[in-house]
Every structure is written in C-alpha cells, then in structure tokens.
C-alpha cells in the first residue's frame, strides 16, 4: 500500500511528539538539605588585651578580699576601690573600650585570692597586683592605633596607679571614655603650659598664706621649684611659638586656709593632669603618658582624689 508524502509527515510528527519529555515531574520529593551557613568566626582579640583584662580583674578580686579582711583597715577605700575596678574591667572585656553598645563580653577567670593573713602580706600583695595592672595597660596604650583608645588605656593606668595611696579613695566623677575631636601636639603644648602657670601662680599665693612653720608649706615649696622646671621645658620646647605668660589667674578656690589653699592646689594640680592627657590623645610618645602619671601623686598630696577616668572631661 502506498503512503502519500502528507500522511508520512503526519506520522513523523507523531513520533517526534510520542518522544517528546513529559511536563510532569514523577518521582519523590528532593531529599537534598540545603547546605548551612557557615557560623561568624569568634571575635578574637590579642594576647595583650587578654593580659590587661586579666591583671585588672586579679586587681579587683585582691581588692575585694581586702574589703573582707579583718587586717584591712581601709574598708572605706576598698569599697570605692572595688567600684572602680569593675567600670575598668566592664570596658576591658569588650571588643572595643570605646564603644557605648552593649557588646559581647570576653570572659577571664580572677585568679583564686585568699585572704591576705598581715597588714603587711595585704600591702605587699596589693602593690604587686597594681604594678602588674598598671604594666599591662601601659603597654596596651604604647599599642593603641588611635588618640582615644591611647588615652583610654593611659587613663586607667594613671587611676591604678592611684591605688597605691590609701589615703585619698578614688571617686567616680562625672567624665567618661568616648570618642575625641582629633588634635596636635602645637595646639595641645599652650594648654598644657597654661595650666602650669596657673599652678606656679596659685603656689605662690598659697605660699604667702601659710606660715613657713606648716608642713603644707614645704611641701607646696618643693612643688613649686618642679612646676617651674616643667614651665621651663615647656617654654623651650614651643620656642618663639610659646605664649605670653598672663600676670594672673583666677583661682579656684579662696585660698584663705589651709583647706581652701589645699584644695586650690589640688584642682589646680588636676588641671596640669588634664593638660598631659591632652597630649596623650594627640601623640604616641611616652612621655606624656609618664607626665600624666606623674601626677599622680601632686594631685593626692593635696587631698584631693582622682577619677575613676582621669584626663577625661565631663
């Protein structure tokens, strides 16, 4: 039979369709998971930021046996000790020090404290514990990559350092950490300078108040051949560019006794303070890190107690 030429393509046709895939899917569901997200790597930190965070929180743990031991007579000073141990160790625990967000927080283990069994082993365990703290912050403000995490670091230093004088408690003043405006050494050294003829100014007066008989007065004397050797350096380190000395201050407190001339001193002392963290933020050298921690000791002389974050302004 024969097959004509229309009825053969037809039938190709046919054949083409009978192979074509079918539309509909046959068989069971994928079985296959989708593959799942890699988890965020942990945040790390370096080993010097371990150590300071360490040697701040076995700081705080000796203060804190020291505010149970009965051969602890500073119970007052352990206590606002104790309060400014933990803003420090709060801020070393996060990523960034800085930061005002509530962040992950890296966790240390205090070393075991036992309570000290002498006056004496408390005294000697306390110094040790506060130069190790105060080492390991320094270094981390030799290594901070910023003004303000330099002054950071250099603050909390600068107030360990303050714990070696049970005499004057810290306290937590108004000023925090946060982040800075940016500025030069040239535009901090005047400042600085200012504070420091401020300070000579007030000496004098004071010095004229008090009878030569009155330990505050040699004292303020021994002071104030040092500042005068600071304003020296000062003056010959901005050279022409130094300021004009004014021929007086105002004075922060009435300096007619021995209290107000004792507290003058010390706001006046606190203002030089300021001066160097200043420096510290706009330079890495360590010299005004050592200025600001030379400090120390002027303004608690007075009476007058530091920050928990000194060199910070409210």
């Known amino acids: ?35 799942l997200p890699e988890p965020s790597p942990e945040p790390a930190r370096s080993p010097e930021a371990t150590l300071a965070h360490q040697s701040v929180a076995d700081l705080r743990a000796l203060v804190a046996a020291l505010a149970d031991s009965p051969h602890w007579e500073a119970q007052p000073w352990a206590v606002a000790a104790l309060a400014q141990c933990d803003a420090h160790v709060a801020r070393l625990a996060v990523p960034d020090p800085l930061s005002d967000i509530d962040l ?7 070393a075991p404290v036992t309570a000290p069994s002498a006056p004496g082993v408390a005294t000697n365990r306390l110094e040790a514990a506060v130069s190790r703290a105060g080492d390991a912050l320094e270094d981390m403000a030799t290594r901070a990559g910023d003004g303000d995490l330099r002054l ?56 004229g108040r008090i009878s030569q008989d ?11 051949n040092r500042a005068r050797e600071l304003r020296n350096t000062l003056r ?37 303070l300021n001066g160097f963290a200043r420096l510290v933020a706009a330079d890495p050298d360590p010299q005004w890190r050592a200025g600001m921690r030379g400090q120390v000791a002027p303004v608690q002389e007075t009476g007058t107690a530091l920050t928990w974050w000194p060199g910070w302004l409210a």
Not at 264 to 272: A, I, N, Y
């Open 152 to 207: 950071c670091y250099a603050s909390m230093a600068t107030a360990v350092l303050g714990l070696r004088n049970q005499e004057v408690a810290p306290v937590e003043g108004e000023a925090a950490v946060r982040r800075l405006q940016a500025t030069t050494v040239e535009a901090s050294l005047p400042i600085l300078l200012g504070h420091v003829w401020a300070l000579i100014y007030g000496l004098g007066v004071g010095l």
């Open 1 to 35: 039979m024969s097959v004509s030429r229309r009825s053969a393509l037809a039938l190709l046709t046919l054949g083409i369709t009978g192979c074509t895939t079918s539309p509909l899917i046959l068989g069971g569901p994928d079985t296959r998971t989708a593959a």
């Open 214 to 224: 009155n330990a505050l007065h040699a004292t303020g004397l021994v002071r104030l």
């Open 236 to 272: 010959d380190r901005l050279g022409t560019e130094a300021p004009e000395q004014p021929a007086a201050f105002d004075l922060p407190t009435t300096m007619d006794s021995l209290e107000t001339i004792r507290a003058g001193w010390g706001l006046l002392e606190t203002q030089v």
């Open 104 to 110: 992950e927080p890296f966790e240390v283990a205090a």
